[in-house]
């Protein structure tokens, strides 16, 4: 079946630290991988995405790079700034077009 | 905005009432879901329209019934829901069902059952 795990929350950073956060995922096939990020109050956005093996999404300085040797899309930024607080949603839409979310992970940077 | 507008934007209502979400896209979208997002819990599809036909409905309980009456309105009525009902229903859209580039979501309606 298809599933996607990623680490659970919450995570605190401070200003300028690095940013990872995992992503794991179990699918049939070859899924399109994504990255959305819910900010306060608001909806899913799309973060970045990336649709075939070894391709590297990236956006507003996160990057994420589909790995299939090891099934994993883990969310990377050098660099995180207060503005990023936020939580992050691994997903992947399978071959049958259907989308499978994560759990979501939180994140709080503080100056 | 993100294109798509949901209303309204948060919702308390008794066990005994019915009450109904509002989506609205003007995206020129083919496709519109409802999720369910709960606490630590992995966003949950519970209904998708293409086309103005429902062609998903994964084992949602009774008491929640969609409605899509053109491409750019959808509705969730909602009649004796229970507590644990009590969550951020998304809606999103899509160009066409599924579409790789990723759906545009709503800000959701913050529902309370009481």
């Known amino acids: 079946g298809n599933s996607v795990t990623q680490m659970e929350g919450p995570v605190t950073l401070s200003e300028e630290a690095f940013l990872t956060i995992n992503c794991t995922y179990t699918?049939?096939?070859?899924?399109?991988l994504f990255w959305y990020v819910q900010y306060p109050g608001e909806g899913l956005q799309l973060l970045l995405k990336?649709?075939?093996?070894?391709d590297k999404g990236s956006n507003k300085g996160f990057e994420a790079t589909y790995r299939k040797e090891t099934t994993s899309f883990h969310l990377e930024k050098g660099s995180v700034q207060v503005s990023d607080s936020a939580v992050y949603f691994c997903?992947?839409?399978?071959?049958?077009?259907?989308?499978?979310f994560g759990t979501g992970t939180s994140l709080t940077v503080i100056p | 905005e993100t294109g798509v507008t949901q209303t309204p934007r948060h919702l308390v209502m008794g066990m005994t009432n019915k009450k109904s979400l509002k989506c609205e896209q003007h995206?020129?979208?083919?496709?519109m879901y409802w999720y369910k997002q709960s606490a630590k819990k992995p966003l949950e599809l519970m209904f998708v329209?293409?086309?103005?036909?429902?062609?998903e409905n994964n084992s949602v309980p009774s008491r929640f019934s969609p409605e899509c009456p053109n491409s750019s309105h959808l509705f969730l009525h909602l009649h004796t829901l229970q507590p644990e009902d009590s969550a951020l229903y998304l809606c999103?859209?899509?160009?066409?069902?599924?579409?790789?580039?990723?759906?545009?979501f709503g800000s959701g309606t913050r529902l309370t059952v009481v």
């Open positions: 999103a859209s899509s160009q066409v069902q599924g579409a790789g580039y990723g759906y545009t």
């Open positions: 699918a049939t096939g070859y899924p399109s």
């Open positions: 990336a649709t075939k093996a070894d």
């Open positions: 997903a992947l839409l399978s071959t049958g077009n259907q989308f499978y």
């Open positions: 995206l020129g979208h083919n496709a």
């Open positions: 329209y293409s086309l103005e036909e429902r062609v």
